[in-house]
């Protein structure tokens, strides 16, 4: 038997070797492969053994985030594979390429955004979590005051909830979006709540004081005519919060359940009526000294000797203070028998003698037509009469200009 072929069968032969070493090859690349590079817009950056590997690298990796967050993901950028790897990329496992892939590529899934006036504000998982964070936000803000009705809430801004897809790392928790719409950390909270309130309220009239002139009082003293009281009414009132703060306060209605009573006082007055009497107030600020007007004896008469001004009266009748000051001396004093003396302040005194009774103190402090005393005709005197005496630094001085 010839060992030599015939072409047709050197043919076969070729053929066969041929079709063998392309087997060989094609079971070599299905084991470890030809490396294959995984791109980020682009750019390689890692590269692992064998395409089918790059693409499950790929998978899984977006499997498990997908799982993760609960959620389908997807990468932001334009993620490749290519069998032609550039000279610097080193083949690596498939956790480390799937190590360099999450450095390089920014994860999205389809999530909410909060819309205020048109712009994004805050990310979140679900469009029902947003509408939950701003009803949050929206509720933080009402009064916890039963006797508050809510006319109104709502935000100042235009605010939407918009389905969006959103970075995984941009999504903000439940909390997370509360204190963020809340404004923590920020110089202004992003969304501002407007509430309006209403509020029934029993409110108290305070009663007014009325002045009535009374001739019959003397200057200064005071009486109440009629007892003053508070009245009551009940009043609504809408106010205007923003973010809790009261911005605007309005008055819609008031109904009065009690007129409130004015007081009445009387009060002696500078009534420029009656000279020589209790309510006629001179220049110098004095007003007379006793009920009875008649002047018996002018100051200096009795040869020059006569220092005060003698006013003729009734044993008993009221003597009191010209003027507002305190009582220097009480008593009985030798030939002016019983005497007051009362300071004015600065060098001023009045002096009263010959009175009857006494009724202040040294150190007292009397007010102007305050009673000192009663008319009568102790010490050196004939007859009840008032001895009145005006004194400048100790000396007297003409009375008469100083009360008339
Ligand atoms: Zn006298």
Redesign the pocket.
């Known amino acids: 038997m010839s060992i030599t072929k015939s072409p047709k069968q050197l043919m076969l032969l070729v053929c066969g070797g041929l079709l063998l070493v392309a087997l060989v090859m094609a079971l070599c690349c299905g084991l470890n492969g030809n490396p294959a590079a995984i791109l980020v817009n682009g750019q390689q950056v890692a590269a692992v053994q064998g395409e089918t590997q790059a693409e499950a690298v790929l998978e899984k990796y977006l499997q498990e985030q997908s799982k993760a967050i609960g959620n389908e993901v997807f990468f932001q950028e334009d993620v490749t594979v290519s069998t032609e790897v550039a000279s610097d990329i080193k083949t690596v496992s498939r956790e480390e390429a799937a190590n360099l892939l999450a450095d390089a590529t920014h994860l999205m899934t389809y999530g909410a955004a909060i819309n205020v006036d048109g712009q994004p504000v805050v990310y979140m998982a679900t469009a029902e979590e947003a509408a939950n964070a701003l009803e949050y936000l929206k509720k933080s803000y009402l009064p916890d005051d039963s006797t508050m009705t809510v006319l109104d809430a709502k935000f100042a801004e235009e605010v939407i909830v918009e389905p969006t897809e959103v970075q995984v790392a941009d999504i903000k928790d439940l909390n997370e979006a509360k204190l963020f719409l809340k404004g923590e950390g920020q110089t202004a909270a992003p969304v501002n709540v407007v509430v309006v309130l209403e509020k029934t309220k029993t409110e108290e009239i305070p009663f007014e004081t009325v002045y009535e002139t009374d001739a019959n009082l003397r200057y200064g003293q005071t009486e109440t005519k009629q007892a003053g009281s508070n009245g009551s009414r009940e009043v609504t009132i809408q106010m205007v919060q923003i973010n809790g703060e009261e911005s605007a306060r309005q008055e819609i209605s008031s109904n009065t359940l009690v007129e409130a009573v004015n007081e009445i006082v009387l009060q002696g007055g500078v009534v420029q009526t009656a000279a020589r009497s209790s309510t006629y107030v001179t220049d110098a600020g004095m007003i007379w000294p006793t009920t009875a007007t008649r002047i018996s004896?002018y100051y200096g008469t009795r040869g020059g000797g006569?220092t005060?001004?003698?006013i003729d009266g009734e044993y008993g009748d009221s003597v009191w203070a010209a003027k507002a000051g305190t009582v220097v001396s009480a008593g009985y004093n030798g030939s002016y028998g019983n005497e007051v003396i009362i300071s004015h302040g600065g060098s001023l005194q009045t002096r009263y003698?010959h009175l009857q009774s006494i009724s202040v103190s040294a150190g007292d402090e009397v007010e102007i037509g305050q009673e000192i005393g009663k008319e009568g005709s102790t010490g050196n005197s004939t007859g009840s009469?008032l001895?009145f005496e005006v004194l400048i630094d100790g000396s007297q001085v003409n009375p008469l200009p100083y009360i008339q």
Do not use: K, Q, V, Y
Request: aromatic share 0%.
């Open positions: 004896s006569h005060g001004l003698d003698a009469h001895h």
